[in-house]
């Protein structure tokens, strides 16, 4: 398994219409832009923070190669997933950097009646009274002359951001390539960086804010750590580790249609901290008929090599988990079998999932799904 994702420790989102005001338990993060009125619309910004501890960062990397963390050739993906999408341009963006201070998430929730205090706001990155936002070397905290200063503090290098666009018809999911940050924070060998970065997580705003428009309003909210559904967000870590090395295995290539493909050793019930090698027992399905002395239905067949990949979904919701990946979901192969490894602690617990297999065979490119379903439980 290459596909590894942790999920938050904290977020929260910064309100500069509330400056005061907390929202660490909110099950919903927002980067918006809000007017009131033509004749004064006096903009407003909502942008938000997302930290992963660094314990669950380490361990993501814990099964990963020295060879291949030390050449970087691995790649992490900031995910969110939308849960309102309104008032959107033609084009609207969403920018990422990582935070340049620490943050407290606190414990209030928007429109607290009083407003909860107890954590980072606008003006405060601790509990209000305590310190404001503040820029370190080579960060920043950008504001308008309309609102309280604040609004978190991030770093700026070019290397550092991460952007999507979207426009009307496009997903709003946020899948965002913040490699070099992670990297920057491990403080890896190469030219990103030079020196280690603190990771106080990212912080996610409209790319452009303090608009002067009413008919400009796009607001974005994600589901946040604290949801109560399936779909927080998550901090996704890939890298190849496909291997092919069948010995003085003598099974054939499969290079056959139709074909009948199983999943082998799924006990169908797995703890969350299992990991688990799944093989592929592929043949054709009408055999060429062969003199030997047991069924030609018992050989089995490798996947083609390089064409030949696996994806997750979420049984309930039919959404990949893992989708298929050229680079970061390759089939391996030993001497019994083609095979790929999982790692169920990347996987919310108590959901069913169920595992396809695509593969490219005599110039075809199947999927095969026949109910390779497994369930994650706690433990």
Do not use: H
Not at 357 to 375: A, L, P, R, W
């Amino acid at each position: 398994m290459a596909v590894l994702k942790i999920f938050p420790e904290k977020d929260a989102t910064l309100y500069s219409l509330f400056p005061n005001m907390n929202t660490g338990l909110d099950e919903i993060v927002e980067a918006t832009l809000t007017t009131f009125a033509y004749s004064n619309p006096n903009p407003q910004a909502s942008r938000f923070l997302i930290k992963f501890a660094d314990d669950d960062i380490i361990a993501a990397f814990e099964p990963m190669s020295d060879a291949i963390y030390n050449s970087g050739n691995w790649e992490a993906k900031l995910q969110c997933f939308v849960s309102t999408a309104t008032g959107l341009a033609t084009t609207s963006s969403v920018v990422c950097y990582p935070a340049a201070q620490e943050w407290a998430m606190g414990t209030g929730r928007y429109l607290d009646e009083p407003i909860s205090t107890d954590g980072c706001s606008w003006i405060w990155a601790g509990y209000s009274g305590s310190y404001v936002w503040s820029a370190p070397n080579g960060a920043i905290v950008s504001y308008t002359s309309s609102v309280p200063a604040g609004g978190g503090s991030w770093y700026t290098g070019s290397q550092y951001a991460s952007s999507v666009t979207f426009s009307y018809r496009t997903n709003k999911d946020l899948n965002l390539n913040v490699t070099n940050t992670v990297k920057a924070w491990l403080n890896t060998t190469g030219s990103i960086p030079t020196t280690k970065l603190p990771n106080n997580g990212f912080l996610l705003k409209q790319d452009l804010e303090w608009v002067y428009n009413k008919n400009y309003q796009p607001e974005l909210k994600y589901f946040s750590v604290d949801t109560n559904t399936i779909y927080p967000p998550a901090l996704q870590i890939s890298w190849d580790d496909s291997v092919w090395n069948t010995g003085s295995s003598t099974q054939l290539v499969l290079n056959t249609l139709p074909a009948t493909i199983n999943l082998a050793q799924n006990p169908g019930v797995f703890y969350s901290s299992s990991i688990n090698r799944f093989r592929i027992n592929a043949r054709p399905e009408y055999p060429i008929q062969l003199w030997q002395t047991s069924s030609v239905y018992t050989n089995n067949y490798y996947l083609p090599s390089g064409s030949s990949y696996y994806a997750i979904k979420d049984l309930e919701t039919n959404e990949y988990i893992v989708n298929f990946d050229s680079k970061y979901t390759q089939l391996s192969a030993d001497a019994t079998s083609s095979y790929f490894d999982m790692y169920m602690n990347f996987l919310q617990p108590e959901r069913y999932y169920t595992v396809l297999i695509q593969s490219t065979i005599n110039g075809s490119t199947i999927v095969f799904n026949d109910q390779y379903y497994f369930k994650v439980i706690n433990g």
